[in-house]
């Protein structure tokens, strides 16, 4: 058993990764910016910090004996992605320094040519540098795209070939990458672990195969049993591919952003050094497309790409704020059970939708991807069940008492202030309150310009959840 910091917790990856090293018997820390833990374990310790911020990090545990650096901010659109990501990575150097940690695996992108790198790709590069310049040892993982139920790379395929019978698709969809099986990168993860063989080593990590971008795509539909065609145009920019991909696909632009610059460059597998050092046999891509929809199916996402905590105007605590706050509060009595009331609260959103208005929650989210925001196509993990963290189109859920009726959610769309949305089930009566704190004038003014929607929406929802209408 092995004491190990996972920074990067609440990720895709981070997640995964904790609940293999628990199955191993290790204890964990992990780092999160939120008072929160999703783990059910008296073995995962929760660590409160921020890298950005170190004045407000708690200091590592002394005898921490390994740490994953998981930590990226693909979720925005900075300006100075590489100094960011620099700054982050030499504030973790600097916290690590004072234990007695023996290595540092990090996780990044593969490089063919560091001459022609993305934003992104460029920013993991400068993330090894730091890491390669510091005195604990490192292992560097470089990664292709991660096929798993979840991952942004998996969405967005499944997205385009699901809804695109036609794809005009721009001229990146002939570079080419090396698909790789989550369920195979946690390997990797895990089984690298305090070997001193890998101390200051960087390998690639791919599949067995290389592909084209087409061919992902094509051998999706044909996995799939969709007939699907692909036309490449020249004018489709990567910029104007972002927003293409936000509008076809769940993932946020800023990741389709990072993404599609990435995809312009090729990513094989051409340092095959870990296959000595760890000799292992990758599952084909189709056999993680496979597990992939076996967990879709089972409804056993274990993560996803949104679910990395971002606490960045989200509120410390779990009460929604009395003062400087506007307020629709609608109190309908119960023509359901309590239990038939709780699950109908507690599948809202996703496919199941917002009870009213359907259309205008479409409407807003659309507006709100266009703006650079998360939008509604987050959807949720679950179609009955919500965890506190858990994203809930573009909700976070921040308090899910089933037991005594309580939900409270924190807004992540793009608004002038910030909004809760809660549910209390108090006896006979269904109690929902929409909460706004207004940000400025403008943020009065957006509340009161869509009050008249608000009012209609919010007391149809009400009456619908409580009435446990279809």
Avoid at 56 to 83: R, T
Avoid at 238 to 266: A, D, G
Avoid at 357 to 374: E, H, S, T, V, Y
Wanted: proline share 3%.
């Amino acid at each position: 058993m092995a004491k190990i910091l996972v920074t990067g917790a609440s990720g895709f990856i981070g997640k995964r990764l904790i609940v293999k090293l628990l199955e191993q018997g290790d204890e964990i820390y992990a780092l999160s910016r939120g008072k929160r833990s999703e783990f059910n374990s008296d073995k995962v310790h929760l660590i409160l910090g921020d890298l950005n911020d170190p004045s407000h990090m708690e200091e590592f545990p002394q005898d921490i004996e390994a740490a994953y650096y998981l930590v990226h901010s693909m979720g925005h659109i900075v300006e100075n992605l590489e100094e960011v990501e620099k700054s982050s990575c030499k504030n973790f150097l600097r916290a690590l320094s004072k234990t007695n940690c023996k290595q540092v695996i990090y996780l990044g992108g593969i490089i063919e040519d560091e001459a022609q790198l993305s934003v992104h790709l460029r920013s993991r590069l400068s993330v090894e540098k730091v890491l390669k310049e510091g005195a604990i040892p490192y292992t560097i993982l470089r990664a292709s795209i991660i096929i798993g139920s979840g991952s942004a790379s998996f969405e967005i395929i499944r997205d385009l070939v699901e809804k695109l019978p036609v794809m005009v698709a721009p001229k990146w969809v002939e570079s080419y990458c090396q698909p790789i099986a989550v369920r195979d990168v946690l390997f990797y993860l895990t089984h690298l672990l305090l070997k001193k063989e890998s101390y200051r080593q960087t390998y690639d990590l791919g599949g067995p195969e290389a592909m084209t971008f087409r061919e992902v795509l094509l051998r999706y539909a044909k996995f799939r049993h969709l007939k699907r065609f692909i036309i490449n145009v020249p004018v489709l920019t990567p910029k104007l591919s972002s927003y293409w991909l936000v509008f076809i696909t769940s993932v946020r632009f800023s990741i389709c952003k990072h993404l599609v610059e990435s995809m312009k460059l090729n990513t094989r597998k051409l340092n095959l050094a870990i296959d000595e050092v760890l000799p292992h046999t990758c599952m084909s891509y189709e056999k993680g497309l496979e597990l992939a929809f076996q967990r879709i199916a089972q409804n056993e996402i274990v993560s996803t790409w949104m679910d990395a905590w971002d606490c960045k105007g989200s509120p410390e605590g779990l009460e929604v704020p009395l003062e400087g706050c506007l307020k629709d509060i609608r109190e309908v009595s119960l023509e359901g059970s309590f239990k038939e009331v709780i699950e109908r609260i507690w599948s809202i959103g996703g496919k199941k939708g917002w009870y009213s208005m359907n259309w205008a929650w479409k409407l807003r989210g659309l507006f709100d991807q266009f703006i650079g925001g998360r939008g509604l196509n987050r959807g949720r993990r679950h179609p009955t069940e919500i965890a506190v963290g858990d994203s809930l189109d573009f909700w976070r859920v921040l308090v899910a008492d089933k037991k005594n009726g309580h939900l409270i959610l924190f807004a992540q769309m793009k608004l002038p202030g910030e909004a809760w949305l809660e549910f209390k089930v108090n006896g006979t009566t269904l109690i929902q309150i929409a909460t706004f704190r207004p940000r400025g004038i403008w943020g009065r003014v957006y509340w009161y310009c869509l009050y008249p929607f608000h009012w209609i929406i919010f007391t149809n929802m009400a009456r619908s959840i409580a009435s446990c209408k279809k």
